[in-house]
Structures are given as C-alpha cells and as structure tokens.
C-alpha cells in the first residue's frame, strides 16, 4: 500500500528541482502508476556531461532535511523491486551522520536480523559504525541535497534527448548517495558524469574515499533481498570506517 504514490511523489519532486530530466508521470493509483513512455537510444559523452551537470542542480535544489520524504508524501518510503520492497526509514534529522546512522545502517542491521542473516561481528560492527556516523566525524557540513536514493545505472534511461531518471526512492540526503550508487553498479561514460558534475558542484575533500561508506546501505539490502556475495561485502564496506 503507497508504493506507487512514494514513487509518484518522488518523480515530481526530483522534477520540481529544474535539474537531471525526469520520466513524466500521467497517473496514479492504488495499484499502477502510468508514466510517458521513454524511447532508450545509446548513451554517448555529450549527453553523460549534460547529465552530470544536471544531476548537481538537482541536488542543489536541497531538502527541508536529512531523511525527509518528498512533498505529497507522508511516513517511510520504499527500497527495493516491485515485487518485495522493503520499508525505508523516512523522518527529519538535522545532520547526516545521525540520519545515515539510525535510518540506514542501523534499520539494515534490523533487517538483516529477521532475515537471520546478521553474524554477531557484523552486528558489533554496524553498532560501531552507527556510534562514528552519530559523533559527527564523517559530517561535512553540507546541506540536506534533493537525492534520487536508488542512482544504480539501470534507473538511467538513456533516451535521443539524454539521460531521464525513473524509479526513486527519492529522501533529503547526501549527495554523495547518488553518485555512490552510479559508482557501485557502473555507468556507460561515469567519469564523464562526475567531472561534469564537479563543475557544477563542489565535492567534499575526500569524496572518492567516503563512496564505500555510502555504498554500506545499499548493498545492505541487496544482501537482505538477495543473500549471496553481498553479506560478505556489507561487512568489508563497514570494517572499512570503524
């Protein structure tokens, strides 16, 4: 229930900003959601620069704050596929170390639990972790950004007229989210989009450095979804900022 009007939201929110195109939506309902059809054409640097760009003024269009949920929207929003979506934790933090802390790592750590997929060292470590996020070590002092939240190459289609988002799991957040998730999963001309990107905004000192630890959620919950080789990956991410 709300899937579809989250999604809904999402879209005309990360839209409103004027940035990265978005895919239109026509209608909504308790069970469809009806977008304008996108025809795909291949990627080329031209358009991965023109998406780079835009991708910053999106995120500059910013937040009321860390973990808010777009406008039209109330409670958590969602994380994962159309047919197992799992609850993401949505509210109002006034930084980002203490929302990524308790909306992210630790709901991951919760849900690797019912999962019983949570080894004692790596729930130690994910309650590490969360205590660093929570004493401000990793904050930069950057304002609440208007994030997509599921940035992995396939929510970019290609289109003749360049890059368009679909499928958000759009939140006030970190910038860095975003473009850990393009990081995490590949996209055609990557480089080409950060460098675009960084004329546009400016990128914390160290920003390459800190891309795993925003990689620790989302491949959290691929191994909640999904098992296998994430698990062991969630845990080297996290040893990785204790």
Do not use: K
């Not at 059809?37 to 620069?49: F, N, R, S, Y």
């Not at 999962?115 to 004692?120: D, K």
């Not at 309650?127 to 940035?151: K, M």
């Not at 679909?166 to 006030?172: S, T």
């Amino acid at each position: 229930p709300g899937f579809f009007a989250a999604e809904a939201a999402g879209l005309r929110w990360l839209a409103a900003a004027g940035g990265a195109r978005v895919v239109e939506v026509v209608a909504v309902g308790e069970d469809s959601l009806d977008l304008v059809h996108l025809t795909q054409a291949p990627p080329d640097p031209v358009a991965a620069e023109h998406f780079g760009r835009a991708l910053a003024r999106t995120h500059q269009a910013g937040a009321p704050a860390f973990g808010s949920a777009p406008p039209g929207w109330t409670g958590d929003g969602f994380f994962g596929p159309l047919d197992d979506p799992r609850p993401m934790p949505l509210g109002s933090w006034s930084g980002w170390g203490d929302f990524y802390a308790d909306a992210r790592v630790a709901d991951a750590g919760d849900q690797l639990r019912t999962q019983r997929l949570l080894t004692s060292d790596l729930a130690a470590d994910l309650e590490a972790l969360a205590d660093r996020l929570r004493s401000g070590v990793f904050d930069d002092g950057a304002a609440p950004a208007r994030v997509h939240g599921d940035l992995w190459s396939g929510n970019v289609v290609w289109t003749s007229d360049g890059a368009v988002l679909i499928d958000p799991a759009a939140h006030g957040g970190h910038p860095l989210t975003d473009l850990a998730m393009l990081t995490l999963f590949g996209l055609t001309h990557l480089a080409r989009v950060l460098d675009a990107y960084a004329e546009v905004a400016e990128l914390p000192t160290g920003w390459r450095d800190l891309l795993g630890l925003h990689q620790v959620y989302p491949v959290a919950m691929h191994a909640v979804l999904f098992g296998g080789g994430y698990l062991g990956r969630t845990a080297e991410l996290v040893r990785r900022y204790l």
